[in-house]
């Protein structure tokens, strides 16, 4: 095929060792504070775990071992609007040997603060589903892209990018780059706002999105007598707003005063983001019954080894001052699909939901949480090729 200027380019994860070793030298030389009086975690990351998992970060974690891992997905990076857009891109298997039709290329979009590391788990079982016990036909073309300004998808200085842009972005990887004039996508996070855009702005191009996280304003009418359940989702978002915001607003109106701080301490940036990993998910508050510490730490590794964390704040940034990517009176008209994790951050009712989105599934998952891909990987995939083996 003729090179093109929208051509991929391979990639492959290679961090410099002075940049492992300047991190180690940071870890040993941590100025920790005290802890608050009071129960572990009441007021933000809890001391002795920083401590603990700091002590893993610079005496035992293996980042080569991971970047490994990460290596054996194929990789490229992109010129899409003004920068290098690094992704995934992993062919699905079940249209070889007979087996099935031609994979239906599906786009995973992550959130913050995670990365495409949080897919590892559900890729090969999404492209190589025989490989697992399922059916061949329900095979998947993979495209992971790191968001815009986050991992290997930032470079000093480059633009900034909100929801809406990052959707327009995606849209060209997919088609423009990539040839795929009709894909599924799928997200969660920032990645479920962005998987809900292109579901309005790209409908044609878009067999159907699967969310874990809706896109609702917290603004909508709210009714004189709720339901019961609506009632619940009321307390929720109450309880979210008073108690669980406070990072948005200071990533969303002052986010390169943070950036200080977690651009120059390794410490802080695990405890920014570990709090985030065990408030959201469904570890009833010991975190490492969802996460090992490799796969907390190769998350927070991605990001420290980058210096991407002040560009990942942008899209709370926009999101404070700019227009909701879902406007007034826009709808999601494409075929949607909701798996509704019992520990997400917040659960609308369906009844909401269908206000903005064409709901042709909601799954009601047993267990789980906010970051669905790593916790239960079999539910979400299964899910997922449910949704899509009707509209391939």
């Not at 991190?23 to 009441?42: F, N, S, V, Y």
């Not at 603990?52 to 490229?76: P, S, V």
């Amino acid at each position: 095929m003729a090179q093109t200027p929208l051509s991929p380019t391979s990639f492959r994860i290679e961090v410099p060792q002075a940049v492992l070793d300047d991190l180690r030298e940071r870890l040993a030389r941590t100025r920790w504070p005290d802890q608050a009086p009071g129960a572990p975690w009441a007021y933000g990351a809890d001391l002795a775990y920083v401590k603990e998992i700091c002590a893993y970060w610079r005496e035992r974690y293996d980042w080569r071992q991971h970047e490994t891992l990460l290596n054996g997905f194929r990789q490229f990076t992109a010129p899409v609007a003004g920068i290098d857009l690094h992704f995934i891109h992993v062919e699905g298997r079940g249209h070889e040997e007979g087996r099935g039709p031609a994979p239906l290329p599906l786009l995973l979009s992550h959130g913050w603060p995670g990365s495409i590391w949080e897919f590892y788990k559900i890729i090969p079982m999404l492209t190589d589903p025989a490989r697992f016990g399922g059916d061949p036909r329900d095979a998947f073309t993979v495209v992971a892209p790191s968001l815009p300004g986050y991992g290997f998808s930032f470079a000093p200085g480059q633009p900034r990018f909100g929801v809406t842009e990052i959707a327009d972005a995606f849209a060209t990887l997919m088609t423009d780059v990539l040839g795929y004039r009709r894909f599924a996508a799928q997200g969660g996070d920032w990645g479920g706002f962005i998987t809900s855009r292109l579901g309005v702005v790209y409908p044609e191009r878009l067999a159907g999105i699967h969310v874990n996280l809706l896109s609702l304003r917290r603004d909508l009418p709210r009714p004189k007598d709720p339901t019961p359940e609506e009632r619940t989702y009321l307390d929720d978002l109450g309880a979210w707003l008073r108690e669980e915001t406070g990072y948005q607003w200071i990533q969303g109106t002052k986010p390169q005063t943070l950036a200080y701080g977690l651009s120059d301490s390794p410490a802080g940036l695990a405890a920014w983001i570990v709090e985030k990993f065990r408030s959201w998910s469904d570890c009833g508050g010991d975190i490492e019954r969802r996460f090992t510490k490799d796969e907390l730490l190769t998350n927070i590794t991605l990001y420290w080894v980058t210096g991407a964390i002040n560009s990942s704040f942008w899209p709370y940034y926009a999101r404070y001052h700019a227009p909701w990517p879902i406007g007034d009176g826009q709808r999601v008209e494409v075929p949607t699909a909701y798996a509704a994790f019992p520990k997400e951050i917040l659960r609308p009712p369906r009844s909401w939901a269908e206000r903005v989105y064409n709901i042709r599934r909601w799954t009601v998952m047993p267990s789980g949480g906010h970051f669905a891909a790593i916790e239960e990987p079999q539910a979400l995939v299964d899910d997922l090729r449910a949704f899509f083996r009707d509209l391939r």
